[in-house]
C-alpha cells in the first residue's frame, strides 16, 4: 500500500466544508468580486484560509489579517500562493504587529469588509471615516462584534450597511449553539482533569453560546448554574433546568466557571474572593471576560502547569486554574482552531452569500439583519449537501393563510 | 381535623399565579383601564376567568367570551358574579353559539381587545371596520394568531396597533417552549397506553411548540423525526439530534405524529397512505393542522375508545388513532385546561401589562413587538415572586460597551 | 362508515402484548400447566387479566386475586367467561375482603403461585405452611416484594423455590426504569397542575425505579435531588447529576416529593417540619413509604381537591398535597392502569416462562434468579415482535475468548 | 509574584485523589502488605504510579509493569525514587520487551497482584503455575481482564481468589459509565474535526462503557445506533432511545463507529465493505475490537494525518479515519493518560482496599465479587471527601423489613 497523498493544510477542512466548495464553483464563473478589494480580519485558522480563497476565486482582491495567538503558519504560507490573496498575519506576532497590519488593510481602501470581532470596523470608522466612506459594506461574524456595533449603530456612527451574520438563525443555532460549546468543552477537558458528571458548573451569559454550554454540561451530568444580567433570559435558563444565581454566590461552590458573555470583566475582582478552591475558569465568548489581572494581583504564586494552565495559589490557599490566560479557549488552547468545520463551513459561506450581495446594492449604512431569502438559500444549500429532504409549503396552505378573513372560527384552540 | 374550606373554580390557579396577584393588587390601585370596555376570547379556563378578572379590578368593563370545547361550566358561574366582568361563552355551547358570542363582543365597541387565537381581531376586521376604527389596542398570544396578524399586517389590514405577545422571550422559552409540551405530554400518554421510552415520534414543525416536545419526547427516549417546511429549522432540528423527513416518509414508521405547525392541513389524504399501523396522532399546535375528513374518508370504520380517542380502521388493516378530533390536545382532552399555571401567569401578566400600556398609547396601528422594558418588569416581577437574585450590568461595563472606539484590540478571538 | 366492532377490556391490551400472545399460542399447544392450580395476585387490570388467561390457555387452573384500589370490575366480569379463570377479586372490596380472597386462593392448594408484592408468598409461609409444602414454585415481579422475599430467605424461611423476575435486564432496565416513570408522571402531571421544567423534585431512593424518574424529572428540566442509604447508589446519583442530601434537608425546598424506595416509612413525622410550603407528595414504589398518618395529625386541615388529590394544612400555614393517598400513584390514580402494555407484555411474558420452566424444575428452596436462557429467550422474542435484528457472537470470538491463555498480549490497554 | 513550586508528575492526579490519599495515611500506620511482594500491571500513568507508591507506603514490595503506549516517563523517574516501588516498564518499550518485565514481575514470586486487563493474570496461570500457587489473591480492573477470567473461572483455571473490581457498582456507573466515556469523547474530538451534534454515531457494544459513551453522545446531538449481540441489552438501548441494528447496517450511514465490547474483532473485514465515506472509527473498550489489519489490506493508501489519525482510501474512493491504530482512544491518544482523576481514585482505592483485604483472607480460588462491605467502605470514603450527607436506615425501617410475617397487606401495590 503506497503512503497518501500530501495535504495542504486546508485539505482537511476543505472535505467538510461543501458549501464553501460550491460557492467557489459558482463565482468562479460569476466572480461577483471582480475587482473589489476585500478585507478579511479573523482567526487565521484553515477555515479562514479557505474563506479567503474562495474570495479571491470570486475576483476578489484579499487581503488578510488574523488575531493574537490563532495564526496558524502553514495556513499563511499556503495562502502567499493563492492568486488574489495577500496575507498579512504571521504567527507569533505580536498584538501592535497585528494592529499594525489591520492598518494595512485598511489603507488598502477596500470594498468589503468581513469581520470577528468588529476590529476593521471600528478601527475604519475611529481612525479612517474618509475611508469608511468608500465602504460598500461587511459582514460582522460574532455576538461580541455585534454587541459594539450595535453601540455605533445606536450613536449613527456606521458608514455603510453592515450584515449581522451572526444573528442568523444558522449562526446561533447551529455554530453558537453547538459548535462553540462542543470545541469549548472539547479544549477544556483535554487542558484539564476535569470530569464533568457530577461536577458543578457555572456558565456566565444565556445567550447563545451559554445556552449552548450550558445544555451540554448539563447533557454530561453537571449541575449547572446560570448567572444572567437578563430577567428574560434568567428565567429560560431556570425552565431549562439550571439554577440561577448572582455570580458571586455562583462560582463558591463551582468545579468550573466558563464565561460566555462578550461582555468587559464578567469575572473580577469582587469575585476572587469567593471562588472555590480548586476550580477551572475558562471563556469561550471573548478575551475581556475575565479580569486576570485580578487574579494575578491577589495570587501569592502562579505556576504554569502546561501551555494554557496557570495555576494561581491565593493568600488563603484556594488554587485557581485559568486557561489561556482568559482568552477564548477554543481558539487560544495548543493546536486548537475553533469550530469544527460542519459549522465554520455553513458561516463562512453565509459571510461569502452576504459579501456577494453587498457588492451590489443599495442598502443604507447600518447595522442590517442578513435578508431572509440569503439565510435560506444557504440553508437549502446545506441541507442539499446532507442529502436531506424536508417538505415544501403547498399552494392549498398558502391560500388558507393569506385568506385570514375567513378562517373557520369552529377550529378554535391554539397554543 | 376540620375539612378545608371550600375554594372557588379560580383558587388552586391563583395560587399558582403571584403575577397576576400582584397586578391585581397594582391595578386597583392605579385603575389603568377605567371607563374602558375590554373584550376577552380565549380557552375559558380557570386562568382566562383570573385574568379577566384582574383586568376587572384595574376598572375595565369586561367582556369574555371563549373557544369551542373548553369553557369550564364553573369558572362561567364564578366570573357571572365578579364586578366588571360579563361572561358570555357557555360550556357545551356550538360553534356557531360562541360565533354569536364573539359578535356581541364587537358590538359593544371594546376599546381593547385580548385574543387567543386572532378570532376577534379578524372578526372585527372583516365584519366591524367602524367598531374596529374605535379600538385603542389589541394583545395576541398564540403562534396561529400571530400567523394570521402577520398575513393582515402585510395587507395592511389592521386599524389599530397590536402587540405580539406570543413573540415575547417570556413566552416562547417558556410558554411554548415547555408549558405546551408538558401539558400535551401529560394528556397524551393518559388518553393512551403509549410507551416514549423507545418509540418513533414525529413532531411536524419545530417552532417554539414543536422545538419544545421534539426534545422532551427525545430526551423521554424517543427516536424523533422532526418535518419542516423551513431549511434553518430543519438544519436546526438535525443539529439537536432529530432526524429530519418530508412528513409523507416520516409517518411511516411513527408511533406517534405531533403536529405543532399552526399551519392548515399538515396532515392530509396523502399520508394517510404511508400512516404506520398503530400510530397514534394529535395536534398540539391548533385544529386546522389534522384533516380529520381524509381519515374518515378513508376508514371502514371508527371506534371511540374513549372520549379524546378515536380508533379508525383503514381498508388494509392500519389503525389509526386520532385524539380530540385533531383539536389541540392540552385543551380538548377531557378534563384538561391547557399549560401549567406556572406560565400561564406568566403570559397572562403580559397580556395585562401590554393591555394597560395600549389603553394610554399613540403606537401606529400594526403588528408591533412587545417593547423591551414591558417584558423585562414582567420577567423581573416573575423573579422576584420565585426568589431568584440575577446579576445588574456595572457602570464599568456599561462604559466599556459604549466607548466602541478604544476597545481593546490586544484582546480578540471571538465566538 | 360504520362503527368498528365491540371490544373485550382486554383488546387494546392484547394489541399491544405481542409476547404474552405467542406464549398463549405456543403453551395452547404445549400444556406445560396441565393439571396444575395456579394462584395469582396482582393489581386486577387488563395486563393481568390477559396474563391469567394465558395460564389458563396453558392448562392451569388459575385463581386471580388482586389488590385493594386497582381492580377493574369489567375485566373481572370478562375474566369469569374464560375457561380455566376463577377471578376472586371485586372493585370495590375492601382490604379485608381481599384478604379473605388471597386465602381462599391459598386453600385450594396452587401449585404454582404468580405474586406482586409477595402478599401471597408471606402468607403461604406464615399462616400455611403446610400447603407451602406442597407448591412447587413460584415468581414475584416487584422490587417490595424482593426485598420481603431477601427476609425469608435470610431466614430460611422459604418452602420453595421463587424466581426474582423483579431482578431480570429485562424489568430493571425496562420495565422499572422506564415504564413506571412514564406511567408515574403521567399520573402526576395529569392529578396537580405541577410543571415540572424549572422546579425542584425530590426523588427518594436510586434504585431502578428511582433512577428512571430521576432521569426522566431532570430531562425534562427539574432540578432533581435525590435521598438514599446506599453510598453506592448516593455516588452514581451525583455522578448522573442530581444533587444528594438527607431527606430533612431536600424536602424543604421541593416542590414534588417522589418516594421510590420499596422502604417503610421513607418520608415520616420528622419530615413534616420541613416540608417546603405548596409540596406535592407521591410514591411510586409501594404504599408504605409515606407515612400519611403523620401528616393528618399534624395538619389543621384536609381538604380533597379532587380524587386522588387531598391539600393538608399545617398549623404554620405550609399546604401540602398528597397524592393516591400514599399508594403507588400509577396504579391508584383515577383511570389508571399502571405501566403502558408494550412493558407489562415483557414482565408477564418472564412470569409466564418462569411458571413453565417451574412446573417442572427440581430447584431447591430459595429465592433464585431467572436463568439467564429463560431471560435471553423473552428477549430474542420481544425482538423478534419489533422486528429488530442484532448481531451473533461468531465462532471466531468465542474461540478466541476461550483461549485466554494465548491471548495477544501485544494489544494492550483497557478500560 | 513568585513562581509556583515545582510539581512532581502525580502531584496533580494526588490533589484529586482524596480516597487514595487517606489510605496511605491509614496504611502508613497498619501495614497490610508488610513483608509482601505485589505485582502491578497498568498504563502506567500519573494515577498507577500514585496506586503503586500507596502500596508500598502500605509496606509492600511494589514491582509495576505497564502496557505499550502509555507509560510516561516521567512516572517511571519518579517511581525508581519511591521506597518500596522498582518500576520495570519504560517509556517505548517494545510488546516485547514489556513481555519480559512481566515475566520479571511473575519470577518475583508476588503475594498480590495487581491486574488490569489480565495480563498478569493469564501468563502466570498458563506459564508458571508453580508461581500462581503461592499467590494470595489478585484483584482485576476491567471489562476486558474479566472477560478472559470468567473463561478462566469456567475452566476451573485460577489458583487463587482474584476480586472482581470491574463488577463493583463504584466501577461500573461511575469509572465505566462516565470516566471512560468522557475521556474518550475528549480524545476523539482533540484528535479529529467531528462535530457530535447532528452526526450518526454507531457504539458496538451496551455495556457499562458503551452505555456511557451512547448516552453522552446522544445527549450532546448525536443520532445513535447501537450494536448488541445480547438481546436484552439491545432492548435496553432501545428504551434509551438508541436505534439498534446489526453492524454491517448500522456502519453504512456513521459519521462516527466506536467499539466498546472487550471483544475480538467486532469492526472485522465484513464491515469495511460498508463503512461509510468520511466515517471516524476508534476503540474505547480494548485493542482487540477493530481488526485493523482488515482494513490495510483493503485499501490503496494511507496517510497519517497527524499522531493517531491515520486515513485509510478504499479503492471505491471511500475514507475511513482510523484513531489511535484501533487502540483505546482515551489511553493511546497523544498526550492522554486515561479516566479523569475523579473516578480513578475511586478505582483505585476499591483495588488498595481488595488487595489489603486479600492479604489476609481464606477465599478459595476463583472469580469472587469485591464483599458488599469493602464497596460501601470505599464509597463513604468518597462521600466524605466530597462533604456529602445521605440518610441512614432506621430501626423501625429495618424492623419492618424484618418482620415479613406481618407486612400490613392493607397497603398494596407495588412496581
Given at each position: 500500500?503506497?503512503?497518501?497523498?500530501?495535504?495542504?493544510?486546508?485539505?482537511?477542512?476543505?472535505?467538510?466544508?461543501?458549501?464553501?466548495?460550491?460557492?467557489?464553483?459558482?463565482?468562479?464563473?460569476?466572480?461577483?468580486?471582480?475587482?473589489?478589494?476585500?478585507?478579511?480580519?479573523?482567526?487565521?485558522?484553515?477555515?479562514?484560509?479557505?474563506?479567503?480563497?474562495?474570495?479571491?476565486?470570486?475576483?476578489?482582491?484579499?487581503?488578510?489579517?488574523?488575531?493574537?495567538?490563532?495564526?496558524?503558519?502553514?495556513?499563511?504560507?499556503?495562502?502567499?500562493?493563492?492568486?488574489?490573496?495577500?496575507?498579512?498575519?504571521?504567527?507569533?506576532?505580536?498584538?501592535?504587529?497585528?494592529?499594525?497590519?489591520?492598518?494595512?488593510?485598511?489603507?488598502?481602501?477596500?470594498?468589503?469588509?468581513?469581520?470577528?470581532?468588529?476590529?476593521?470596523?471600528?478601527?475604519?470608522?475611529?481612525?479612517?471615516?474618509?475611508?469608511?466612506?468608500?465602504?460598500?459594506?461587511?459582514?460582522?461574524?460574532?455576538?461580541?462584534?455585534?454587541?459594539?456595533?450595535?453601540?455605533?449603530?445606536?450613536?449613527?456612527?456606521?458608514?455603510?450597511?453592515?450584515?449581522?451574520?451572526?444573528?442568523?438563525p444558522?449562526?446561533?443555532h447551529?455554530?453558537?449553539?453547538?459548535?462553540?460549546?462542543?470545541?469549548?468543552?472539547?479544549?477544556?477537558?483535554?487542558?484539564?482533569?476535569?470530569?464533568?458528571?457530577?461536577?458543578?458548573?457555572?456558565?456566565?451569559?444565556?445567550?447563545?453560546?451559554?445556552?449552548?454550554?450550558?445544555?451540554?454540561?448539563?447533557?454530561?451530568?453537571?449541575?449547572?448554574?446560570?448567572?444572567?444580567?437578563?430577567?428574560r433570559?434568567?428565567l429560560e435558563?431556570?425552565a431549562d433546568?439550571?439554577?440561577?444565581?448572582?455570580?458571586?454566590?455562583?462560582?463558591?461552590?463551582?468545579?468550573?466557571?466558563?464565561?460566555?458573555?462578550?461582555?468587559?470583566?464578567?469575572?473580577?475582582?469582587?469575585?476572587?474572593?469567593?471562588?472555590?478552591?480548586?476550580?477551572?475558569?475558562?471563556?469561550?465568548?471573548?478575551?475581556?471576560?475575565?479580569?486576570?489581572?485580578?487574579?494575578?494581583?491577589?495570587?501569592?504564586?502562579?505556576?504554569?502547569?502546561?501551555?494554557?494552565?496557570?495555576?494561581?495559589?491565593?493568600?488563603?490557599?484556594?488554587?485557581?486554574?485559568?486557561?489561556?490566560?482568559?482568552?477564548?479557549?477554543?481558539?487560544?488552547?495548543?493546536?486548537?482552531?475553533?469550530?469544527?468545520?460542519?459549522?465554520?463551513?455553513?458561516?463562512?459561506?453565509?459571510?461569502?452569500?452576504?459579501?456577494?450581495?453587498?457588492?451590489?446594492?443599495?442598502?443604507?449604512?447600518?447595522?442590517?439583519?442578513?435578508?431572509?431569502?440569503?439565510?435560506?438559500?444557504?440553508?437549502?444549500?446545506?441541507?442539499?449537501?446532507?442529502?436531506?429532504?424536508?417538505d415544501?409549503v403547498?399552494?392549498?396552505q398558502?391560500?388558507y393563510h393569506?385568506?385570514w378573513?375567513?378562517h373557520d372560527s369552529t377550529k378554535p384552540d391554539e397554543q
Amino acid at each position: 500500500m503506497r503512503e497518501g497523498t500530501d495535504q495542504t493544510p486546508v485539505a482537511g477542512v476543505k472535505n467538510r466544508s461543501p458549501l464553501l466548495c460550491s460557492y467557489a464553483e459558482q463565482y468562479q464563473r460569476s466572480k461577483p468580486f471582480d475587482g473589489l478589494t476585500i478585507g478579511v480580519c479573523a482567526p487565521l485558522t484553515p477555515h479562514t484560509g479557505l474563506f479567503a480563497d474562495v474570495l479571491a476565486t470570486g475576483g476578489g482582491e484579499v487581503l488578510v489579517t488574523g488575531e493574537a495567538g490563532s495564526t496558524h503558519a502553514d495556513v499563511v504560507e499556503w495562502l502567499r500562493e493563492r492568486p488574489g490573496v495577500t496575507p498579512l498575519a504571521a504567527a507569533g506576532m505580536t498584538a501592535d504587529e497585528l494592529a499594525d497590519t489591520r492598518e494595512t488593510v485598511l489603507e488598502a481602501e477596500p470594498d468589503l469588509l468581513a469581520d470577528d470581532g468588529a476590529f476593521l470596523l471600528s478601527l475604519v470608522h475611529d481612525r479612517f471615516p474618509e475611508i469608511a466612506r468608500g465602504v460598500r459594506g461587511a459582514c460582522e461574524q460574532t455576538t461580541g462584534g455585534i454587541t459594539r456595533l450595535l453601540a455605533m449603530d445606536e450613536q449613527d456612527a456606521l458608514s455603510f450597511p453592515v450584515y449581522d451574520v451572526n444573528g442568523t438563525p444558522m449562526k446561533q443555532h447551529f455554530d453558537n449553539v453547538h459548535g462553540t460549546a462542543e470545541s469549548s468543552l472539547s479544549a477544556i477537558t483535554s487542558l484539564t482533569d476535569t470530569m464533568i458528571a457530577g461536577s458543578v458548573a457555572v456558565v456566565a451569559g444565556y445567550g447563545h453560546c451559554g445556552r449552548g454550554i450550558a445544555r451540554k454540561l448539563r447533557a454530561l451530568g453537571a449541575r449547572t448554574v446560570v448567572t444572567e444580567v437578563d430577567p428574560r433570559k434568567a428565567l429560560e435558563a431556570l425552565a431549562d433546568g439550571h439554577d440561577v444565581e448572582p455570580m458571586a454566590d455562583a462560582v463558591a461552590d463551582a468545579d468550573l466557571v466558563i464565561t460566555a458573555t462578550g461582555r468587559y470583566q464578567v469575572l473580577r475582582r469582587e469575585h476572587v474572593d469567593t471562588l472555590a478552591d480548586g476550580v477551572v475558569v475558562a471563556s469561550i465568548g471573548s478575551a475581556i471576560e475575565i479580569d486576570d489581572s485580578a487574579l494575578a494581583d491577589e495570587a501569592t504564586s502562579n505556576t504554569t502547569e502546561k501551555p494554557g494552565v496557570e495555576r494561581y495559589e491565593l493568600p488563603d490557599g484556594r488554587r485557581v486554574t485559568l486557561l489561556t490566560e482568559g482568552k477564548v479557549v477554543n481558539l487560544a488552547a495548543p493546536g486548537r482552531s475553533g469550530n469544527p468545520s460542519h459549522v465554520m463551513d455553513t458561516t463562512f459561506a453565509m459571510m461569502t452569500r452576504g459579501l456577494a450581495d453587498l457588492a451590489d446594492s443599495d442598502l443604507p449604512p447600518g447595522l442590517h439583519p442578513v435578508p431572509d431569502h440569503l439565510d435560506r438559500e444557504v440553508a437549502h444549500e446545506k441541507l442539499s449537501a446532507m442529502d436531506v429532504d424536508i417538505d415544501q409549503v403547498t399552494a392549498a396552505q398558502r391560500d388558507y393563510h393569506d385568506r385570514w378573513e375567513t378562517h373557520d372560527s369552529t377550529k378554535p384552540d391554539e397554543q
